[in-house]
């Protein structure tokens, strides 16, 4: 969708990491499961499809084995999903590190112990341990069942608005499966891209180049 100079993909892979936290996703696993989805939308090989899966935790349950399989490179996928993300090995060891994730829960721990004025806000520490398979099911599971389609994709992805201004624009799934190399998830004249709007930002910061990609669907 848009490129950067090596120095800002480095700056930003470590901000990655550390707002993922407990929760990091290496960019390889990430972005051969997601090329995996859009290849096979719906279909039997899809790697997180809700048609496949009786209820959201087993998806996200064969999602992360699928996921380990790629980011500890213990599958060989298609050549054609292979390429073109950002690569940090030692970073991305020390993200799929069991010590670095318990040591990030328990500095997420200790804020609360600092910060919590109820008992009950202790109840959102668990999600903060997995925010980022918590986030990945919603997109995932909601933008595949729930919502409405503008688009005839050929498969059950939908648009979950207005959830999709929490996802920062990801529960666009049917505009996005339309256009998936647009940075713009929006396409009607109601829909509002909350990521597009950073990107767009980044661009006249010159800190990115959107170049000649296409800058949504419009209907």
Partial sequence: MFSMHHRWERFFHLVTYIAQGSSYLNPRGYAILHREHHAYSDGT???HSPRNFRNVLAMMVDTKRRYDDHAYHRVIPEPRFLGGYPEWPAL??????WTARI????????????????WWMWLFLPVHFVMGPIHGAIVNWCGH??????FDN????RNTFPLDLV??????????????M??????????IDPGYVF?????????IDLGATPQGVRR
């Fill in 45 to 47: 090989k899809d790697p």
């Fill in 92 to 97: 991305d060891r020390l993200g799929q590190s």
């Fill in 103 to 118: 040591a990030w829960c328990c500095v997420y721990g200790a804020f609360y112990w600092t910060f919590a004025t109820a």
């Fill in 145 to 150: 069942r729930y919502g409405y389609q503008t």
């Fill in 154 to 157: 050929g498969d059950d992805s």
């Fill in 167 to 180: 996802t920062m624009g990801e529960l666009f799934q049917n505009n996005h499966h339309r256009a998936s």
């Fill in 182 to 191: 647009s940075p713009n998830f929006a396409s009607r004249w109601f829909e």
């Fill in 199 to 207: 990107i767009r930002l980044l661009a006249l910061c010159r800190i």
